[in-house]
């Protein structure tokens, strides 16, 4: 097991790449803390993973709220160093209208949220890992981080700025053992949001749902889009000790979407 008997935070675990992740650190014997700002999901994934042999414990947390993000690390950090924390919190929709007509605040809603619940997670992570002989930060962005796309909103931007919030808090943080790393994911075709977008737009033009994927995929290298547990299996390696020599970089798990 790649992370046995590791404490890690999994904030965002109700959700659909927060619950992925969270089932594939225990499954690699971390004991997962999932927390959200609902408790329905969080603990419909918990039963998930202790079906399976897993450790998970479930807390109602608001990412936005800087004390309640330091109450509630400080209570699991009770029981032990904690060595990985993820972040997958929703940071809000604001794709589908061109820039030069939106309202500024539907813009800066998921660059605030994205930046704001990270300065909190990571500020307070950081804090503790140097203190407690190191451990890894990570998150996961998309690939409009890199690339232009039309009615995106304030989401490539979003993406771009948590990402270099990200280098530099492993800057900062790295010579008391801190990484800090994060997946760029295509935006997986089994996540709920994103399934629903594909069968919209399957319907619309008379195919099917594995047609839309390959549709979708066939400019990339492998014809695929990354599923879920392919973009929560490259998370887990970058928890790992297989990546000790990796800070301020990512996973690219595109399947090639985007080239280095």
């Known amino acids: 097991m790649l992370l046995k008997n590791r404490i890690a935070i999994v904030y965002g675990g109700s959700g659909a790449v927060g619950g992925a992740v969270a089932s594939a650190f225990a499954r690699e014997g971390a004991v997962v803390h999932l927390a959200a700002r609902g408790r329905e999901r969080l603990e419909e994934t918990a039963a998930d993973i202790r079906s399976r042999g897993g450790i998970a414990f479930t807390d109602v947390v608001d990412a936005l709220d800087k004390a309640a993000v330091e109450r509630h690390f400080e209570r699991v950090a009770s029981t032990g160093p904690v060595k990985i924390v993820f972040s997958a919190i929703d940071w809000g929709d604001s794709q589908g209208q061109d820039l030069s007509v939106m309202d500024f605040g539907r813009f800066m809603l998921p660059v605030e949220r994205g930046l704001k619940s990270w ?92 047609e839309m994927h390959r549709e979708v995929a066939k400019d990339t290298p492998l014809r695929r889009i990354s599923s879920l547990g392919q973009v929560a299996d490259a998370a887990v390696l970058l928890a790992s000790d297989l990546a000790s020599s990796m800070t301020s970089t990512f996973a690219n798990a595109t399947g090639g979407a985007q080239i280095d």
């Open 119 to 210: 300065f909190n997670i990571g500020g307070m992570a950081a804090r503790h890992m140097a203190s407690n002989g190191g451990g890894v930060i990570l998150g996961i962005t998309a690939n409009a981080a890199r690339e232009a796309y039309t009615q995106m909103g304030g989401f490539g931007v979003a993406c771009a700025a948590v990402e270099h919030f990200l280098r530099h808090l492993a800057v900062e943080n790295g010579p008391q053992g801190v990484r800090c790393c994060w997946v760029r994911s295509p935006g997986s075709p089994d996540a709920p949001g994103v399934r629903e977008a594909w069968l919209i737009h399957a319907r619309e033009r008379g195919i099917s749902f594995d």
